[in-house]
């Protein structure tokens, strides 16, 4: 602890695009965060299919603690539902598959022979998506590393395993497998015993705060740190850390929206919703920190305009921001959650074939389809928690955007525009920071979620956006694209 009676805390964040190492320094009035170290997370394309580069990922992991520098404990968030599978000795049995490789493609209906979609939604809570871990097994099975593997870790507790040596299964992500019963938080044993799923696979589960280690010392020699330095389990799937840190005031009724390669819509609730109209609407009920429920939707999110700018080569979003917001609003309009926009590709061919395909005028310049792209999200974004709210009976009077997209101006207002209600934008490191916010806690830190959610709200700047334009027109629109619905089973 410094002498000002603060504490510091590194938090590995790593996204689909990007990974992070931040740095926070808390305190009872104090939430400071500062990036460490940036790197980039290039999945590869093998002949086997598509995978990430976990060992880069890893090096910059270790790169960021040693920029860090000295720290009171660590903790690790990432994207969900992937996974290492390691060997009885500890190793590593190949590079983890990326969730938009296409070997689950035809699994889902396997599953579903066994299982039927309605009671696999009433077991888990979870929303269909092709990616989903229990799709990814099943699609292993018979393989020859699935039947050498004796141990399976998701993408941060893999991290935490080869930081500490320790192995743990952390639970907000293992709400992400689709093989845990939300309303006990544990693993659904008869529902992975029907499907040939071997639970024995995985490690023991964690809650947030709990501890989860102690860094080696070769990899405090490698990182250059003081020690000992625990390790501290956070909300490790980044979505969970991100919703604790939404800066909502207590009492007040939120719709959060973390947004970033994806958008993920929705409330934070008490209890699941796993009704019939829940999962025909592809709502999804994963855990959250604190015993809550993140009660979501799935939106295909930023990732449409990156795979674009990758694909025309332009490194600088800020232009193509410009030109767009010069364009008519709601010319071209797609929906952003549509299947056809998972894989990477010529987005911008996809986008205007979408386009094509509904009889409507087709975006061609960067300019056009950008504004394609952001008005598409607005209205995916206003469909999602009208949807929510009404599934869940619970009202919103205030949209907390927080992740990358706060940083995105137009976005933010076409989506108070799209929502008809005030949207709070910030803080755009959310994930990094409810990981911090755990790892306080945990480290002495006093107070509930409430209370540090009115920490991030006095420290971290916020920008309030008001809704403007004409209402009827996002209406219009909305029904414009009800009929490209994404496939539900």
């Given at each position: 602890?410094?002498?000002?009676?603060?504490?510091?805390?590194?938090?590995?964040?790593?996204?689909?695009?990007?990974?992070?190492?931040?740095?926070?320094?808390?305190?009872?009035?104090?939430?400071?965060?500062t990036?460490?170290?940036?790197?980039?997370?290039?999945?590869?394309?093998?002949?086997?299919?598509?995978?990430?580069?976990?060992?880069?990922?890893?090096?910059?992991?270790?790169?960021?603690?040693?920029a860090?520098?000295?720290?009171?404990?660590?903790?690790?968030?990432?994207?969900?539902?992937?996974?290492?599978?390691?060997?009885?000795?500890?190793s590593?049995?190949?590079?983890?598959?990326?969730?938009?490789?296409r070997r689950?493609?035809?699994?889902?209906?396997?599953?579903?022979?066994?299982?039927?979609?309605?009671?696999?939604?009433?077991?888990?809570?979870?929303?269909?998506?092709?990616?989903?871990?229990l799709?990814?097994?099943?699609?292993?099975?018979?393989?020859?590393?699935?039947?050498?593997?004796?141990?399976?870790?998701?993408?941060?507790?893999?991290?935490?395993?080869?930081?500490?040596?320790?192995?743990?299964?952390?639970?907000?992500?293992?709400?992400?497998?689709?093989?845990?019963d939300?309303?006990?938080?544990d693993?659904?044993?008869?529902?992975?015993?029907?499907?040939?799923?071997?639970?024995?696979?995985?490690?023991?589960?964690?809650?947030p705060?709990?501890?989860?280690?102690?860094?080696l010392?070769a990899?405090?020699?490698?990182?250059?740190?003081?020690?000992?330095?625990?390790?501290?389990?956070?909300?490790?799937?980044?979505?969970?850390?991100?919703?604790?840190?939404?800066?909502?005031?207590?009492?007040?009724?939120?719709?959060?929206?973390?947004?970033?390669?994806?958008?993920?819509?929705?409330?934070?609730?008490?209890?699941?919703?796993?009704?019939?109209a829940?999962?025909?609407?592809?709502?999804?009920?994963?855990?959250?920190?604190?015993g809550?429920?993140?009660?979501?939707?799935?939106?295909?999110?930023?990732?449409?305009?990156q795979?674009?700018?990758?694909?025309?080569e332009?490194?600088?979003?800020?232009?193509?921001?410009?030109?767009?917001?010069?364009?008519?609003?709601?010319?071209?309009?797609?929906?952003?959650?549509?299947?056809?926009?998972?894989?990477?590709?010529?987005?911008?061919?996809?986008?205007?074939?979408?386009c094509?395909?509904?009889g409507?005028?087709?975006?061609?310049?960067?300019?056009?389809?950008?504004?394609?792209?952001?008005?598409?999200?607005?209205?995916?974004?206003?469909?999602?928690?009208?949807?929510?709210?009404?599934?869940?009976?619970?009202?919103?009077?205030?949209?907390?955007?927080?992740?990358?997209?706060?940083?995105?101006?137009?976005l933010?207002?076409?989506?108070a525009?799209?929502?008809?209600?005030?949207?709070?934008?910030?803080?755009?490191?959310?994930?990094?920071?409810?990981?911090?916010?755990?790892?306080?806690?945990a480290?002495?830190?006093p107070?509930?979620?409430a209370?540090?959610?009115?920490?991030?709200?006095?420290?971290?700047?916020?920008?309030?956006?008001?809704?403007?334009?004409?209402?009827?027109?996002?209406e219009?629109?909305?029904?414009?694209?009800?009929?490209?619905?994404?496939?539900?089973?």
């Open positions: 602890m410094s002498a000002d009676g603060t504490k510091t805390f590194a938090a590995v964040d790593l996204g689909a695009s990007s990974g992070r190492v931040m740095v926070g320094r808390v305190g009872p009035d104090t939430l400071h965060l990036e460490a170290h940036r790197f980039p997370n290039r999945p590869v394309h093998l002949p086997e299919g598509l995978r990430w580069d976990i060992l880069g990922l890893y090096g910059g992991v270790l790169d960021g603690l040693r860090a520098g000295p720290v009171d404990s660590v903790g690790i968030d990432s994207w969900a539902v992937d996974y290492g599978l390691l060997a009885a000795d500890g590593l049995l190949g590079n983890p598959v990326h969730y938009r490789d689950t493609e035809g699994v889902p209906e396997q599953v579903w022979a066994t299982v039927p979609p309605d009671a696999l939604y009433r077991a888990t809570g979870i929303q269909y998506a092709p990616f989903n871990t799709y990814q097994l099943v699609a292993a099975q018979g393989t020859p590393q699935l039947a050498a593997a004796r141990r399976l870790l998701l993408i941060p507790d893999l991290i935490a395993y080869w930081l500490t040596g320790e192995q743990g299964t952390e639970r907000t992500n293992a709400s992400t497998t689709q093989l845990i939300p309303r006990t938080g693993w659904n044993r008869p529902l992975a015993d029907r499907l040939g799923i071997d639970l024995a696979l995985f490690a023991p589960l964690r809650r705060g709990d501890p989860a280690g102690t860094l010392p990899v405090q020699a490698q990182a250059g740190l003081p020690g000992p330095v625990p390790v501290t389990a956070v909300g490790s799937h980044d979505t969970a850390s991100a919703v604790a840190a939404v800066p909502a005031g207590r009492g007040e009724r939120f719709a959060y929206l973390c947004t970033g390669t994806w958008s993920l819509a929705g409330l934070e609730l008490d209890a699941p919703v796993t009704t019939g829940s999962r025909a609407a592809n709502f999804t009920n994963e855990l959250g920190v604190d809550t429920v993140r009660f979501l939707r799935n939106i295909m999110g930023l990732w449409l305009l795979e674009c700018m990758r694909t025309w332009l490194a600088d979003v800020t232009s193509l921001l410009a030109e767009a917001a010069r364009m008519p609003a709601l010319r071209y309009v797609v929906d952003a959650a549509a299947p056809e926009f998972l894989a990477p590709g010529d987005m911008p061919g996809r986008i205007a074939a979408a094509r395909a509904t409507g005028p087709v975006p061609s310049s960067p300019g056009e389809i950008t504004r394609c792209v952001l008005d598409s999200l607005a209205l995916a974004h206003r469909r999602a928690i009208c949807e929510a709210q009404r599934l869940a009976d619970r009202e919103a009077d205030i949209v907390h955007l927080v992740g990358g997209g706060a940083r995105n101006a137009l933010c207002q076409l989506t525009d799209a929502c008809g209600v005030p949207v709070v934008a910030g803080p755009a490191e959310a994930a990094a920071l409810g990981n911090v916010l755990v790892q306080a806690r480290h002495g830190l107070g509930d979620l209370s540090t959610r009115e920490l991030i709200a006095r420290t971290q700047p916020l920008t309030r956006y008001e809704p403007s334009g004409d209402p009827t027109a996002w219009a629109a909305a029904r414009r694209t009800d009929e490209a619905r994404p496939l539900t089973a």
